[in-house]
């Protein structure tokens, strides 16, 4: 399988902008023909730093049917792929006019063939988000200490042809709300009972560096953050299972409102205790990383306990 992260550094706000830096950023990557997966940040065309439901509501767009669902369409179309894009989605009341809207989180990813495959709604929410957007559905049962659940948070099952793979955005990795125990690994508990060899998250991940510090080498990762990304999965380390375990970690770079973003999008092996990366782009680095599942990844990360 072949999968690539389209690392861009959209600007709140500018929809039509951000879409034609998406658009630049694929028309100077080779693109394989044979590519399986190309995964979009976490609200990639809208940008992420919204202080309220007032601000944000011009870009909300209806469940699976607006401006990021079409350009996900098309695109999927173009390269024969699937791809999955976060944006910021408003339900539209279905039978009773009078129902409340709500507002979520979310990704949709589409079929090589432009079929609309799942609609995942953010299960754990981060402060900003907290200020517009719901939970989804599931996520009130957040414990997991039942994971046999009929309705855990996340999105674990069958996604087209890529076969079945568990969903999540940014911080459904954390612990929930940063109060349930760091080691609960919600996220990571729920990738191992349901065995899908393939997750995968959309991200608008801050990191800690100043903005002097981000626009040095900007090429070079946040080691820091991947470094806290790996430990989120650490469950699935301790598992030492047999078969290859893969993450993609789709995140954004970039500034907004003066908060620093930590780009550095990679794509993660988890085999018998070991984890490797096959490739990292840069902390401060638009580009589409396109990497083969198939090759062997080029660092080792450390071995599992």
């Known amino acids: 399988m072949k999968v690539a992260c389209l690392q861009l550094a959209p600007e709140v706000g500018q929809v039509q902008q951000n879409i034609q830096r998406a658009e630049a950023i694929l028309s100077n990557t080779r693109i394989p023909a044979d590519l399986d997966w190309l995964v979009l940040p976490e609200l990639a065309f809208s940008g992420y730093n919204f202080h309220s439901l007032e601000e944000i509501r011009p870009f909300l767009e209806p469940t699976t ?9 098309q695109v ?17 009341p279905a039978i009773n006019p009078s129902d409340t809207q709500t507002h979520y989180n979310s990704t949709v990813t589409v079929s090589p ?3 609309i495959l799942h609609n995942y709604r953010k299960s754990f929410l981060y402060y ?15 414990n997991l200490s039942n994971a046999s659940s009929p309705d855990p948070p996340f999105f674990a099952g069958e996604l087209g042809t890529l076969g079945k793979v568990t969903l999540g955005i940014c911080m459904d990795i954390n612990p929930y709300k940063f109060t349930s125990p760091w080691s609960n ?3 990571a ?14 991200m608008a991940w801050l990191c800690h560096l100043t903005p002097t510090e981000l626009i040095q080498d900007p090429g070079q990762p946040d080691i820091a953050t991947v470094a806290y990304w790996v430990e ?3 469950p699935l380390v301790e598992a030492k299972e047999e078969k290859p375990v893969y993450v993609v970690l789709a995140n954004r770079c970039g500034m907004e409102k003066g908060v620093c973003y930590a780009g550095s999008s990679t794509v993660i092996k988890i085999e018998k205790g070991i984890v490797s990366l096959y490739e990292t782009a840069g902390k401060n680095e638009e580009k589409c990383l396109v990497v083969d599942l198939a090759e062997r990844p080029k660092f080792q990360v450390r071995s599992g306990r």
């Not at 179309?77 to 910021?88: E, K, L, R, S």
């Not at 508990?189 to 959309?202: E, K």
């Open 65 to 73: 049917a607006g401006i990021s669902t079409q350009w996900a369409t």
């Open 76 to 92: 999927a179309q173009h390269y024969n792929c699937h791809v999955t894009i976060g944006y910021p989605e408003i339900t539209t």
């Open 113 to 115: 063939q432009g079929v």
């Open 128 to 142: 900003t988000d907290e200020t517009w957007a719901s939970e989804g559905p599931a996520s009130n049962s957040h």
């Open 185 to 187: 690994y919600e996220f």
């Open 189 to 202: 508990s729920l990738a191992q009972f349901s065995q899908s060899p393939l997750i995968c998250i959309s």
């Open 232 to 234: 989120r999965f650490q």
